[in-house]
């Protein structure tokens, strides 16, 4: 991650991780109104994960408000360095969720670019730095949001499986999401989670790194793949769509190198997983 020297006075990893003390939060009850943040991957490539994460909203009696007019979080201007450019795409996000309700979002690598780095990328301007801790303290990831607010408690409808969870590296190291994600899938009695080797491992997407450095980015893909495939499970389940897309898609090349038709490893996210599962839908 670059920043201009100003910016790098004071800031450490513990800073980057959780600048404002953020992570440790006071849950609210279940409220009747919230807003979703889709993220722009599910919303080019994975709309069902953001249809089913209202449908498990709304099945609690929430309404959810999405407002139409946001756009991409910040995180890959941010992380490879263009602060100027996060700040002006994570502006034009601050005043869309006018109305007190907490900020749900599906994805904990967009979550934890809105509560961690927000704050931060806003500290020098009084005004926007207070919109945009205000903001943090809204935002909530979908399996933080359910196991600590909504009490998520719904009987596993669906056959008995196996599956790997995989859960992205900010939104197991900025949002604790690991452990809220690992929560909803023991709460499901017919489904058996086998861990992973590499299971505290990046899967080599991080957003733009992928794209800059594809060599190393399919290394790491390889391994995490590797990993997954020798617990002999199916299906890897994450609520981070670009992790799964990182995935699933090195395994599909592999298949296609194979000269296999068969896939040899699916992938969900936790959304969908979880309303298929309490709804009794088949896979």
């Known amino acids: 991650m670059c920043f201009k020297i100003d910016e790098l006075k004071n800031y450490n990893l513990e800073h980057a991780l959780n600048p404002y ?15 979703l943040f889709a993220t722009c991957l599910i919303d080019q490539f994975t709309p069902q994960a953001g249809l089913d994460t209202v449908k498990l909203l709304e099945r609690e009696g929430i309404r959810v408000h999405y407002p139409d007019q946001q756009t991409c979080c910040g995180q890959p201007a941010h992380s490879s360095g263009y602060q100027d450019e996060a700040r002006a795409v994570a502006l034009a996000q601050l005043d869309l969720f006018k109305e007190p309700w907490p ?50 408690d719904h009987q596993d409808l ?24 690992a929560a909803l899938l023991d709460s499901l009695a017919n489904v058996e989670v086998r861990e992973q080797a590499r299971i505290e491992e990046c899967c080599g997407f991080g957003g733009t790194f992928a794209m800059l450095y594809p060599d190393i980015s399919e290394a790491i893909a390889t391994d995490k793949v590797a990993a997954i495939k020798a617990t002999g499970v199916p299906r890897v389940v994450s609520a981070d769509c670009g992790c799964l897309l990182n995935i699933t898609g090195r395994s599909a090349k592999q298949d296609e190198l194979a000269g296999s038709k068969q896939v040899s490893l699916a992938g969900e996210h936790l959304a969908s997983f979880l309303w298929r599962r309490t709804q009794g839908e088949k896979a």
Request: with cysteine; charged share 15%; aromatic share 8%.
């Open 158 to 181: 669906g056959e008995p499986c196996t599956i790997a969870l995989h859960t992205s590296c900010h939104a197991r190291r900025q949002m604790g999401a690991h452990e809220t994600s």
């Open 21 to 35: 003390g953020l992570t440790d939060r006071i849950y609210p009850t279940k409220p009747t109104d919230v807003y």
């Open 103 to 152: 900020v749900v979002v599906p994805s904990g690598s967009c979550g934890g670019m809105m509560r961690s780095h927000y704050p931060h990328l806003f500290a020098h301007d009084p005004v926007l730095h207070a919109k945009a801790v205000a903001l943090a303290e809204r935002v909530f990831e979908l399996s933080e949001f359910l196991v600590h607010v909504v009490n998520f």
